[in-house]
Protein backbone atom coordinates (compact mmCIF):
# COMPACT_ATOMS: atom_id res chain seq x y z
CA UNK A 1 0.00 0.00 0.00
CA UNK A 2 1.55 3.42 -1.14
CA UNK A 3 0.69 6.40 -0.25
CA UNK A 4 -0.10 9.15 -2.06
CA UNK A 5 -2.73 12.24 -1.62
CA UNK A 6 -4.65 11.48 -4.69
CA UNK A 7 -8.45 11.12 -4.20
CA UNK A 8 -9.55 8.11 -3.46
CA UNK A 9 -13.31 6.49 -3.22
CA UNK A 10 -13.71 4.38 -0.40
CA UNK A 11 -17.57 2.66 -1.16
CA UNK A 12 -19.12 1.52 2.12
CA UNK A 13 -20.59 -2.46 2.02
CA UNK A 14 -22.93 -1.50 4.48
CA UNK A 15 -25.21 -0.23 1.59
CA UNK A 16 -24.49 -3.43 -0.27
CA UNK A 17 -26.48 -6.25 -0.85
CA UNK A 18 -26.01 -8.55 2.36
CA UNK A 19 -26.97 -11.38 0.72
CA UNK A 20 -23.90 -10.97 -2.04
CA UNK A 21 -21.10 -9.47 -0.72
CA UNK A 22 -18.66 -11.18 -3.01
CA UNK A 23 -20.25 -9.92 -6.05
CA UNK A 24 -20.99 -6.50 -4.99
CA UNK A 25 -17.32 -5.95 -4.30
CA UNK A 26 -16.35 -7.24 -7.12
CA UNK A 27 -18.82 -4.83 -8.95
CA UNK A 28 -17.32 -1.61 -7.26
CA UNK A 29 -13.54 -2.40 -7.96
CA UNK A 30 -14.89 -3.25 -11.53
CA UNK A 31 -16.57 0.37 -11.28
CA UNK A 32 -14.03 2.03 -10.15
CA UNK A 33 -13.77 1.91 -6.26
CA UNK A 34 -10.24 2.60 -4.97
CA UNK A 35 -10.82 1.07 -1.50
CA UNK A 36 -13.16 -1.28 0.04
CA UNK A 37 -14.58 0.02 3.36
CA UNK A 38 -16.25 -2.25 6.25
CA UNK A 39 -18.35 -0.75 9.00
CA UNK A 40 -17.72 -3.09 11.79
CA UNK A 41 -20.31 -2.24 14.13
CA UNK A 42 -21.07 -3.77 17.96
CA UNK A 43 -24.47 -2.82 18.75
CA UNK A 44 -22.89 -1.35 22.11
CA UNK A 45 -19.95 1.49 20.89
CA UNK A 46 -22.76 2.16 18.19
CA UNK A 47 -26.47 1.33 17.90
CA UNK A 48 -26.26 -1.18 15.39
CA UNK A 49 -24.61 -4.72 14.34
CA UNK A 50 -22.20 -6.01 11.39
CA UNK A 51 -19.33 -7.74 10.87
CA UNK A 52 -17.19 -9.84 13.21
CA UNK A 53 -14.02 -11.62 11.71
CA UNK A 54 -15.77 -14.39 9.43
CA UNK A 55 -17.52 -12.28 8.01
CA UNK A 56 -14.42 -10.22 7.22
CA UNK A 57 -12.23 -13.21 6.36
CA UNK A 58 -14.92 -13.80 3.83
CA UNK A 59 -14.78 -10.46 1.65
CA UNK A 60 -11.20 -10.99 1.90
CA UNK A 61 -10.52 -13.11 -1.49
CA UNK A 62 -12.72 -10.38 -3.02
CA UNK A 63 -10.90 -7.55 -2.16
CA UNK A 64 -8.30 -6.98 -4.93
CA UNK A 65 -7.67 -3.10 -3.89
CA UNK A 66 -7.51 -2.24 -0.24
CA UNK A 67 -9.69 -3.62 2.98
CA UNK A 68 -10.57 -0.60 4.79
CA UNK A 69 -11.91 -1.75 8.52
CA UNK A 70 -13.48 0.34 10.50
CA UNK A 71 -14.18 -0.92 13.68
CA UNK A 72 -16.92 1.31 15.97
CA UNK A 73 -16.23 -1.48 18.44
CA UNK A 74 -15.37 -1.46 21.78
CA UNK A 75 -13.46 -2.71 23.84
CA UNK A 76 -11.65 -2.82 20.74
CA UNK A 77 -7.78 -4.16 21.89
CA UNK A 78 -9.24 -8.00 22.10
CA UNK A 79 -10.33 -8.32 18.44
CA UNK A 80 -7.58 -5.93 16.47
CA UNK A 81 -5.75 -9.36 15.90
CA UNK A 82 -8.81 -11.65 14.84
CA UNK A 83 -9.79 -8.19 12.55
CA UNK A 84 -5.96 -8.41 10.83
CA UNK A 85 -5.91 -12.21 10.63
CA UNK A 86 -8.83 -11.82 8.43
CA UNK A 87 -6.90 -9.71 5.81
CA UNK A 88 -7.68 -6.34 6.88
CA UNK A 89 -5.01 -3.85 5.15
CA UNK A 90 -6.10 -0.17 7.25
CA UNK A 91 -7.94 -1.08 10.83
CA UNK A 92 -9.00 1.90 12.78
CA UNK A 93 -10.02 2.28 16.02
CA UNK A 94 -12.25 5.14 17.62
CA UNK A 95 -10.36 7.36 20.30
CA UNK A 96 -13.89 7.01 21.82
CA UNK A 97 -13.75 3.79 22.22
CA UNK A 98 -11.65 3.35 25.64
CA UNK A 99 -8.85 5.04 27.85
CA UNK A 100 -5.95 3.96 26.03
CA UNK A 101 -6.20 4.45 22.47
CA UNK A 102 -2.57 5.10 22.20
CA UNK A 103 -1.90 1.32 23.14
CA UNK A 104 -4.55 0.83 20.58
CA UNK A 105 -3.12 2.18 18.22
CA UNK A 106 0.78 0.65 18.62
CA UNK A 107 -1.03 -2.60 18.76
CA UNK A 108 -2.87 -1.59 15.33
CA UNK A 109 0.60 -1.44 14.00
CA UNK A 110 2.18 -4.61 15.47
CA UNK A 111 0.03 -6.92 13.58
CA UNK A 112 1.69 -5.29 10.38
CA UNK A 113 -2.01 -3.52 9.29
CA UNK A 114 -2.04 0.30 8.09
CA UNK A 115 -3.40 1.95 12.01
CA UNK A 116 -6.13 4.42 11.42
CA UNK A 117 -8.00 6.83 13.98
CA UNK A 118 -11.23 7.51 14.22
CA UNK A 119 -12.69 10.74 15.74
CA UNK A 120 -16.54 11.02 16.12
CA UNK A 121 -18.54 14.49 15.14
CA UNK A 122 -18.25 16.06 18.88
CA UNK A 123 -14.56 15.02 19.48
CA UNK A 124 -11.85 17.62 18.90
CA UNK A 125 -8.21 17.41 17.89
CA UNK A 126 -6.27 17.74 21.29
CA UNK A 127 -4.58 14.47 21.52
CA UNK A 128 -3.52 14.55 17.40
CA UNK A 129 -0.08 15.63 18.41
CA UNK A 130 0.41 13.14 20.76
CA UNK A 131 -0.51 10.01 18.15
CA UNK A 132 0.42 11.19 14.64
CA UNK A 133 3.35 9.73 14.63
CA UNK A 134 1.67 6.59 14.84
CA UNK A 135 -1.28 6.58 12.56
CA UNK A 136 -1.56 6.17 8.56
CA UNK A 137 -4.97 7.36 8.30
CA UNK A 138 -7.34 9.93 10.64
CA UNK A 139 -10.61 9.26 9.87
CA UNK A 140 -12.99 12.39 11.11
CA UNK A 141 -16.86 11.57 11.02
CA UNK A 142 -19.05 13.26 9.40
CA UNK A 143 -21.95 11.76 10.79
CA UNK A 144 -22.73 10.22 14.40
CA UNK A 145 -21.46 6.06 13.66
CA UNK A 146 -24.19 3.47 13.07
CA UNK A 147 -25.71 3.80 9.91
CA UNK A 148 -25.59 5.08 6.42
CA UNK A 149 -28.01 7.34 4.73
CA UNK A 150 -27.40 10.31 7.53
CA UNK A 151 -26.71 14.31 6.67
CA UNK A 152 -23.75 15.11 6.43
CA UNK A 153 -22.36 17.44 9.72
CA UNK A 154 -21.07 20.75 8.43
CA UNK A 155 -18.77 22.21 11.23
CA UNK A 156 -16.42 18.93 10.47
CA UNK A 157 -15.33 21.08 7.68
CA UNK A 158 -13.35 23.09 10.03
CA UNK A 159 -12.03 20.33 11.95
CA UNK A 160 -10.08 18.62 8.66
CA UNK A 161 -8.87 21.96 7.50
CA UNK A 162 -7.47 22.26 11.14
CA UNK A 163 -6.26 18.77 11.07
CA UNK A 164 -4.31 18.76 7.54
CA UNK A 165 -2.21 21.56 8.82
CA UNK A 166 -1.61 19.61 11.93
CA UNK A 167 -0.46 16.57 9.48
CA UNK A 168 1.97 18.67 7.55
CA UNK A 169 3.95 16.53 5.30
CA UNK A 170 3.27 13.05 6.95
CA UNK A 171 2.44 10.31 4.99
CA UNK A 172 -1.13 10.43 6.85
CA UNK A 173 -4.70 9.98 4.82
CA UNK A 174 -7.63 12.20 5.81
CA UNK A 175 -10.45 10.03 5.92
CA UNK A 176 -13.93 11.38 5.80
CA UNK A 177 -17.13 8.78 6.70
CA UNK A 178 -20.55 10.09 6.36
CA UNK A 179 -23.30 11.69 4.10
CA UNK A 180 -20.58 11.65 1.06
CA UNK A 181 -22.11 12.73 -1.76
CA UNK A 182 -21.36 15.17 -5.04
CA UNK A 183 -22.38 18.09 -2.60
CA UNK A 184 -20.84 17.25 0.37
CA UNK A 185 -17.37 16.00 -1.55
CA UNK A 186 -15.98 19.07 -2.86
CA UNK A 187 -15.99 20.65 0.51
CA UNK A 188 -13.90 18.19 2.14
CA UNK A 189 -11.39 17.80 -0.76
CA UNK A 190 -10.90 21.55 -0.60
CA UNK A 191 -10.35 21.30 3.62
CA UNK A 192 -7.97 18.68 2.89
CA UNK A 193 -9.16 15.03 3.16
CA UNK A 194 -7.96 12.22 -0.16
CA UNK A 195 -9.95 8.95 1.09
CA UNK A 196 -13.73 9.85 0.56
CA UNK A 197 -15.86 6.93 2.17
CA UNK A 198 -19.42 6.65 0.63
CA UNK A 199 -22.37 4.21 1.02
CA UNK A 200 -25.60 4.83 0.18
CA UNK A 201 -24.11 8.01 -2.80
CA UNK A 202 -22.28 5.39 -4.43
CA UNK A 203 -24.69 2.33 -4.29
CA UNK A 204 -27.86 4.18 -5.11
CA UNK A 205 -29.51 3.06 -8.69
CA UNK A 206 -27.44 -0.08 -8.95
CA UNK A 207 -26.88 -3.74 -8.38
CA UNK A 208 -24.86 -6.36 -9.23
CA UNK A 209 -27.02 -7.22 -12.43
CA UNK A 210 -26.81 -3.45 -13.69
CA UNK A 211 -23.34 -2.19 -11.67
CA UNK A 212 -22.82 0.55 -14.24
CA UNK A 213 -24.67 3.43 -12.39
CA UNK A 214 -21.93 2.36 -8.93
CA UNK A 215 -19.71 3.67 -11.76
CA UNK A 216 -21.17 6.69 -12.56
CA UNK A 217 -21.66 7.39 -9.12
CA UNK A 218 -18.22 6.78 -8.07
CA UNK A 219 -17.38 9.06 -11.17
CA UNK A 220 -19.24 11.94 -10.08
CA UNK A 221 -18.01 12.17 -6.93
CA UNK A 222 -14.31 11.98 -7.67
CA UNK A 223 -14.81 14.75 -10.28
CA UNK A 224 -16.92 16.98 -8.40
CA UNK A 225 -13.65 16.32 -5.49
CA UNK A 226 -11.18 16.75 -8.17
CA UNK A 227 -12.51 19.54 -9.87
CA UNK A 228 -12.28 21.65 -6.73
CA UNK A 229 -8.85 21.08 -6.05
CA UNK A 230 -7.84 22.14 -10.02
CA UNK A 231 -9.28 25.12 -9.42
CA UNK A 232 -7.49 25.53 -5.91
C1 LIG B 1 -21.38 5.15 9.55
C2 LIG B 1 -20.37 4.38 8.70
C3 LIG B 1 -20.24 4.88 7.31
C4 LIG B 1 -21.51 4.81 6.53
C5 LIG B 1 -21.46 5.75 5.37
O1 LIG B 1 -21.37 4.64 10.82
O2 LIG B 1 -19.11 4.43 9.32
O3 LIG B 1 -19.17 4.25 6.64
O4 LIG B 1 -21.81 3.53 6.07
O5 LIG B 1 -22.69 5.71 4.72
P1 LIG B 1 -23.29 6.97 3.94
O6 LIG B 1 -22.29 7.30 2.87
O7 LIG B 1 -24.56 6.42 3.41
O8 LIG B 1 -23.45 8.07 4.93
ZN1 LIG C 1 -17.21 3.76 8.23
Not at 38 to 50: A, C, K, Q, R, S
Not at 121 to 149: R, S, W
Not at 173 to 201: C, F, K, N, Q, W
Request: hydrophobic share 50%; proline share 6%.
Amino acid sequence: MSFDRNIKIAPSILSADFANFGEEIRAIEGQGADWVHVDVMDGHFVPNLTFGPPAVKAFRPHVTTVMDVHLMIAPVDPYIEAYAEAGADVITAHLEAGPHIHRTLQAIRATGAKAGLALNPATGLDAIPYLLDMVDLICVMTVNPGFGGQKFIHSQIDKVRRLRAMIGDRPVHIEIDGGITTETAPLMAAAGADVLVAGSAVFKGGSVANPAPYGANIRAIRDAAEAVLATA
